[in-house]
């Protein structure tokens, strides 16, 4: 076992619990916590949800339960969700009274997931300890189609997902959940769905999902869904800015290569990158890709390719406001090699002009892209979350 699998393994898992207002995500966080799997998770929530929490998480006491007054109305939620998961950690150390196994965190209706997210993933007090597993998004089976098209926080939601669970089938009826079945497929190939009848779900489906890449390296045939690989798919509303596509690249990709194409992706795309995943063929060794926004999660080494794939790389994109041909230029970094052939020690002028036609691919079009605060930028020395050379 690897020193990331121990620690992975370590952490106290975490499952992100998001979707618009009245989606249904407190009935669900409610069954959840009376299965035995979840009977001792603790509780992170937005008091300024649809429904006040407080009093209806049964399974969970008022000690494993933290609230986070203001909800999505206020700027700095992931920063309170962080020290709502500090407190907790605390408060399970100095004794068993606030002993738990696993946390929910639940949004609120109109919450950005993302910057949660990236607290999540990027905190060092934070990642050291806990572990996002899964983001699950509840998505109203009667309005979900509706808030698509009306809200962008219900476009992001749906977006990163890893499982998308249709409520309220009930009352919405079959065409209804077909339709946003479709619509969801489109923004989202490569998440799982799942309906859930008041709050009743299959758990099993928050296993070997998502974002814990690292503990799940045989389990990426799973994770990279590999039937949503085959084609471009359309925009999944009359917003033409938002797209899912799918690219591949026939040759191998440097390690040099790889390190520059994620920087410059997320620092020069970061803010329209929605979510990318997928498999790269790196010096002919298959790699796993995640990232959200300007959150880049760490290439994770496969033992062997997944069976029934062959050896392009593939990438999955949901974007905002970057086309199809914009990311397939970035392309060309792929086979860039860094000076390695001299150590590095001499920038050949050829290597130096063809690094600076690479950086005019990514900075052509960033002024069209909201702004977003820089990334950290990928160091080959260090060993974050976020660095992509650490097991090259």
């Known amino acids: ?40 998770a603790a509780v992170v929530a937005n008091e300024f949800g649809e429904v006040s929490v407080d009093h209806l998480l049964l399974d969970a006491p008022p000690r494993r ?9 206020c700027g700095h939620v992931h920063e309170e ?13 100095a004794g068993s009274e606030t002993d738990f196994d696993r946390v929910l965190v639940e949004t609120s209706g109109l919450a950005d997931p993302v910057p949660i997210i990236q607290i999540l993933l990027t905190d060092d007090a934070v990642a050291q300890v806990f572990e996002l597993k899964t983001v699950v998004t509840v998505c109203d089976g009667l309005h979900g189609a509706a808030h698509l098209e009306a809200h962008d926080e219900s476009v992001k939601q749906a977006a990163v997902a890893d499982v998308l669970v249709l409520s309220k089938g009930d009352l919405a009826g079959a065409d209804a959940l077909a339709t946003l ?29 998502g974002y814990a890449l690292a503990a799940r390296r045989a389990d990426a045939q799973a994770w990279l869904n590999d039937r949503t690989y085959a084609s471009v798919t359309p925009a999944a509303s009359e917003d033409t800015s938002i797209q899912s596509f799918t690219l591949t690249h026939d040759g191998a990709v440097t390690v040099p290569g790889l390190v520059l194409w994620m920087n410059l992706l997320a620092g020069f795309r970061g803010a329209g990158l929605l979510r990318v995943k997928g498999i790269l063929n790196v010096e002919g060794r298959p790699y796993a890709v995640h990232a959200v926004q300007t959150v880049l999660s760490e290439p994770v080494p496969l033992q062997q390719w997944p069976e029934g ?82 097991n090259f």
């Open 1 to 40: 076992m690897t020193g990331s699998e121990s620690l992975s393994r370590a952490r106290l898992p975490v499952v992100l619990v998001t979707g618009f207002l009245g989606s249904g995500k407190t009935t669900l966080v409610n069954r959840m916590l009376k299965t035995q799997s979840y009977a001792r």
């Open 65 to 73: 339960v933290r609230v986070i007054d203001g909800g999505c109305l």
């Open 81 to 93: 969700v962080a020290t709502s998961l500090l407190d907790l950690l605390e408060h399970r150390r």
């Open 181 to 209: 079945s479709r619509r969801l497929a489109l923004l989202n190939p490569g998440a799982q769905q799942r309906q859930a009848l008041h709050g009743k779900l299959d758990l099993s489906v928050l296993d070997g999902t």
């Open 309 to 390: 794939h062959d050896r392009r790389s593939r990438l999955v994109f949901i974007t905002r406001g970057l086309s199809l041909d914009q990311v397939k230029r970035t392309f060309v970094t792929f086979e860039f090699e860094g000076g390695r052939e001299r150590r590095n020690l001499t920038i050949r002028p050829e290597t130096y002009a063809r690094f600076k036609e690479t950086m005019e691919l990514f900075r052509e079009g960033a002024r069209h892209v909201s702004k977003v605060a820089p990334s950290q930028p990928i160091d080959a020395n260090s060993g974050t979350s976020k660095q992509v050379t650490r």
